[in-house]
């Protein structure tokens, strides 16, 4: 009895090896499908089909917006004792002396209208939220602030514009709003040239059903750079807004990027939010004032020239603040009839 079945033990052995043998040396590949969740919930997982396709069409309608401001400066000396309540026309026409300067920044926008004729971005109102005046006040030996002026700046002239974009007029500011941080551009193009423009063609979605761990798209300028990244949804508030936070990688220029989630997977992607700043700290320190353009110097040597307080910005990268869709709806629905009278439509983006 025992050998009989020590027989059939061998026997089931071979046949299991000669089983695992055979699916072993096969070179088949099996496909495995994930099935669509149409769960009508933002997706929480890198997306398991190629979304290139339709990630190269939404980017064409995304732009890097430069800005440039130009100011006028005068400039007192110490003992004219200027105040903010001398300043008159009379003042700044007197010879005091005078220079010319500019501040340029850069941000992104996105197409959101277009008719052949006109174009619409929308853009975070920050990006060239330059002052109209800015003065700079003499200080005490001990280095407190005094109120006499040393230098007043007046804003002369400010452009916006997109290099893709083509046509002779500037972009003006239709509909703009700081509490928000959004803002409204608008332009007449040129028809021969239209065919470059790409409006922004996906729904705007709703940033309330948003979950913790929900993945996203953001696509911007970062730097001057056309990038598109990736980030998780870390925190969604309780508030009004509707705002929420992700960890995806901020640097400059990325303001008013557009922020894409996925909803029942691609290419469902729905307008989600919008880039709006970093997490930073500010260091002030002291360095000197650069020499004839140049910048280095030697640590060896003892630095007998003037020196100046700069500021510093450490971004905290990995916490990112956004505006919520809800924002973006109640902006263009608080400035519909503006829109309108420029001729911008934007109700459908929100009356579906």
């Not at 079945?5 to 099996?30: D, P, V």
């Not at 026409?93 to 959101?112: H, P, R």
């Not at 500011?173 to 941080?181: G, L, P």
């Not at 056309?226 to 980030?231: C, F, N, Q, S, V």
Request: one cysteine or more.
């Amino acid at each position: 009895m025992m050998c009989w079945k020590s027989k059939i033990s061998l026997s089931r052995i071979f046949i299991i090896l000669s089983i695992l043998l055979l699916f072993g040396c096969s070179k088949k590949i099996y496909d495995v499908v994930y099935p669509a969740l149409n769960d009508g919930r933002y997706d929480s997982e890198f997306p398991y089909r190629n979304a290139s396709k339709q990630l190269e069409g939404i980017s064409n309608s995304v732009k890097m917006l430069n800005y440039i401001v130009y100011y006028k400066a005068h400039i007192f000396d110490e003992n004219q004792n200027i105040r903010k309540v001398n300043i008159n026309n009379d003042l700044l026409k007197s010879d005091s002396e005078q220079l010319y300067f500019n501040e340029t920044v850069s941000g992104t926008a996105t197409i959101m209208y277009f008719d052949e004729r006109k174009v619409g971005l929308l853009t975070c109102a920050h990006v060239g939220n330059y002052p109209d005046t800015v003065y700079t006040f003499f200080n005490t030996h001990d280095g407190n602030k005094t109120d006499i002026i040393q230098q007043v700046a007046i804003k002369v002239r400010e452009n916006y514009f997109v290099n893709e974009i083509p046509g002779s007029d500037e972009f003006k500011i239709i509909a703009s709003d700081k509490n928000r941080d959004l803002a409204f551009l608008a332009k007449n193009t040129d028809p021969d040239k239209f065919q470059q423009i790409r409006q922004f063609k996906y729904p705007i979605g709703e940033s309330k059903n948003l979950e913790l761990g929900s993945f996203v798209y953001i696509i911007g300028y970062p730097m001057g750079h056309k990038m598109i990244t990736k980030g998780i949804v870390s925190n969604t508030r309780d508030d009004k807004s509707d705002s929420f936070l992700i960890d995806a990688l901020f640097n400059r220029g990325f303001s008013g990027g557009i922020i894409l989630a996925i909803k029942d997977g691609v290419p469902n992607f729905e307008l989600v939010g919008i880039a709006k700043s970093v997490s930073a700290k500010s260091d002030y320190f002291l360095a000197p004032v650069s020499m004839n353009g140049e910048t280095m110097y030697s640590t060896n040597n003892v630095y007998r020239g003037n020196i100046h307080m700069k500021k510093h910005e450490n971004i905290n990268y990995g916490i990112t603040y956004t505006i919520s869709t809800a924002e973006i709806i109640e902006f263009f629905k608080d400035n519909s009839s503006v829109l309108k009278e420029n001729g911008f439509d934007l109700e459908y983006l929100y009356n579906n």
